[in-house]
């Protein structure tokens, strides 16, 4: 970041917050911490920040979820699901194809198989709780 650079409101609070935890972890006493606020509140560029949170650890990077992997079983439906999908979003073109409508009206139906097919994906890969011990 460079130090000369004039600092958004954002930036301030992004780092306020940095000092609080750090104050509510114990890492900084109460007067460190007031002392620290005022300087960030006070502070203009990116250079008036840094030492303020020099000493701090960086805060950990948020966990992002991941999606559940596909069972070989799960995977298999959705392979039929898609290939059902594709038979008969052939069949709608080559009757729309060989029909005297000039306009494509299997759009609509090709569009809820679309959604039907991504539906079956993401509700296959959603993260499921962890099954609760017997004792």
């Known amino acids: ?9 954002a930036e301030r609070e992004t ?13 900084l006493t109460l007067d460190e911490a007031d002392e620290r606020q005022r300087a960030i ?7 008036d920040l840094e030492p303020l949170v020099a000493d701090l650890p960086e805060p950990p990077a948020p966990a992002v979820p991941r ?4 069972t070989p ?10 290939a059902i ?4 979003t052939l069949l709608l073109v080559v009757r729309w194809v060989a029909g005297p409508v000039p306009f494509f009206w299997p759009a609509g139906p090709l569009f809820w198989i679309v959604v039907s097919v991504a539906g079956h994906y993401l509700w296959s890969t959603r993260r499921r709780p962890a099954p609760a011990r017997q004792r």
């Open 1 to 9: 970041m460079n130090e000369n650079i004039r600092i958004s409101d």
């Open 15 to 27: 780092v306020a917050v940095r000092i609080r935890d750090a104050a509510a972890e114990g890492r």
């Open 41 to 47: 509140y006070e502070a203009r560029v990116a250079g």
């Open 67 to 70: 999606r559940a992997a596909l």
């Open 73 to 82: 079983q799960a995977r298999r439906r959705l392979m039929i699901h898609a």
């Open 85 to 88: 999908g594709a038979a008969f």
